[in-house]
């Protein structure tokens, strides 16, 4: 995919001295349409995934845009109206998507109902919290991760599958951006194609953190978006497959015991039984430090049942990939390797004295501990169009999930910096998410009717976790002490998040889908009840 180049520095020539004002439209014809020569000198600031343009006026240093080989011209995109006030939502994960909904649902003026173009890199929403359901085969790719074509079929917001490249905010310069315009920005997309846009969504969700251990980049599998799920569950039938009719178990290493790992493990291991051993390991001294006591409890609880090892107060110090001799003769478990995959080891130190060093050997490592957010980190400057980010990435915003210094832009999600009145940052969960895309909605709709927007309170409904087929732990907030366990909880589990789910047809087809395998599985379950009453007889 073709890039920017930059470069900055004093030392170098005016941008106007070495190609002159005259040369910019032959570099970017859409882009001289639209500013003009004060978009003659400006400043790049790209890291991975997204890249903050800095606009300026020759009063600025001067800066070089080189164009790398290959490199064309970007596309203007058209909006239909040229009147109504344009929305661009990036990212289509919880805030982003039912930002969009919540946008079509609200009643607007008829002059001031906005255009809403939503940008995602997958072709699919995903409702993360029901990923390991997917291993367990408990639901089908199309129930958790329908496509956004279908979500948005009845709506007017419009969807495309690509990649955010550049971010050009010229909203610093006043609410209303440049003088005389309601423009808030532009966005550059990989593809070429450029947005310009009055009101900015940015929910553009995170990605797992892999390189901060030597190895788990090249050997641990995350498990955070449908890709992953759908590598595991690959990786997982190809060990079944290698290892039927053999002695040896499966080894799996989940690095991290917080919820997703916990889930992880419990689901792992209800489908692996007897096959497989399953081993978690945390720095931390308890699983799910933060939560509520009976979920922990009832998690602990499953773990010890399907015989899940707990490798608690560890961290993974590095993991190298080997073949199976060299694996064979560095495992402490003494179990010789019969096939030909690849196995991994796991070299774990002790968070705490009075722990020994542990080697592990493992056919599959999970890992599920860290993420960071798709947004850049920028160095400091002092501008004051760049996006203010804290230490982690994320988009500082204040309380109307407006981005500070930046009028037109909102965050939510992993892709904002978010403090409740304690303090502390907001966890970046879907249920955190989907409650502040129903503010960013609102907040969107106050700032293009001049209303006042209201500021976000996050209410914690409690928490849920899945522990396998048929099993879950749920905690809800507003009954003190209570905590659902197995069927009950999972049956509530169920029900809570097909609420959740995007749309009413979309609810309505998986709803019915969920009765149907139901009902397929109460009478599979009564077919083998009685044939063993009639077998015993």
Not at 260 to 272: D, F, K, N, Q, Y
């Amino acid at each position: 995919m073709a890039q920017f180049a930059l470069t900055t520095s004093a030392a170098l020539l005016p941008f106007n001295r070495m190609c002159g004002a005259k040369q910019w439209p032959k570099l970017f014809p859409g882009l001289s349409k639209r500013y003009g020569t004060d978009l003659a000198l400006f400043t790049s600031f790209r890291k991975k995934g997204v890249g903050f343009v800095a606009s300026g006026t020759t009063g600025w240093s001067g800066g070089v845009a080189e164009l790398s080989e290959g490199e064309t011209a970007p596309q203007s995109y058209v909006w239909p109206d040229k009147k109504q006030p344009r929305v661009c939502i990036l990212g289509g994960g919880f805030g982003g998507l039912y930002t969009a909904l919540r946008l079509e649902s609200l009643v607007w003026p008829d002059d001031k109902k906005p255009q809403v173009l939503l940008v995602d890199q997958s072709e699919r929403f995903v409702f993360k919290p029901m990923l390991y359901e997917l291993l367990s085969g408990e639901v089908d790719a199309w129930e958790i991760a329908p496509r956004f074509s279908d979500l948005l079929a009845n709506t007017s917001v419009q969807f495309f599958q690509d990649r955010v490249k550049v971010l050009h905010p010229t909203d610093h310069l006043g609410i209303n951006g440049r003088s005389g315009s309601n423009c808030g920005g532009t966005v550059h997309l990989e593809s070429g194609l450029l947005i310009e846009y009055d009101w900015l969504v940015l929910a553009l969700g995170a990605e797992s953190k892999l390189d901060v251990v030597p190895g788990a980049s090249e050997s641990a599998l995350p498990f955070s978006i449908l890709e992953d799920a759908q590598k595991v569950d690959n990786k997982l039938r190809r060990l079944e497959r290698s290892n039927f009719g053999k002695f040896s178990p499966i080894r799996v290493a989940v690095v991290g015991c917080g919820y997703s790992g916990v889930e992880l493990a419990a689901t792992v291991a209800e489908r692996l039984q007897d096959r497989g051993i399953v081993q978690a390991i945390n720095v931390e001294t308890t699983i799910c430090p933060t939560a509520q006591p009976g979920n922990r409890e009832a998690a602990l609880k499953v773990l010890s049942s399907r015989k899940v090892q707990l490798l608690l107060g560890y961290f993974v110090r590095c993991i190298q990939r080997v073949d199976n001799v060299e694996a064979s003769e560095m495992s402490t478990s003494g179990i010789a390797a019969e096939d030909d995959h690849e196995k991994y080891i796991l070299e774990l130190q002790p968070a705490n004295r009075g722990l020994q060093i542990q080697i592990l050997e493992a056919d599959l490592v999970l890992w599920t501990v860290g993420s960071k957010p798709l947004l850049p980190e920028l160095e400091p400057s002092g501008k004051p169009n760049e996006l203010p980010l804290n230490a982690r990435g994320q988009a500082e915003t204040d309380e109307t999930l407006r981005v500070k210094g930046h009028p037109r832009i909102f965050a939510l999600g992993d892709s904002a910096a978010l403090r409740d009145s304690n303090g502390r940052l907001l966890p970046a969960t879907a249920q955190v998410a989907f409650q502040q895309a129903d503010f960013a909605g609102w907040n969107l709709w106050a700032a293009i009717n001049d209303r006042p927007l209201l500021p976000f309170r996050f209410q914690n409904l409690g928490e849920m976790m899945t522990l396998g087929r048929n099993d879950a732990a749920i905690s809800p907030s507003f009954i003190e002490g209570l905590t659902l366990e197995g069927p009950i909880g999972h049956t509530a589990r169920k029900i809570a998040y097909l609420i959740r789910l995007p749309t009413d047809q979309h609810r309505l087809k998986v709803g019915i889908s969920w009765l149907t395998k139901s009902a397929i599985d109460s009478v599979a379950s009564l077919q083998s009840t009685l044939t063993k009453v009639l077998s015993g007889s």
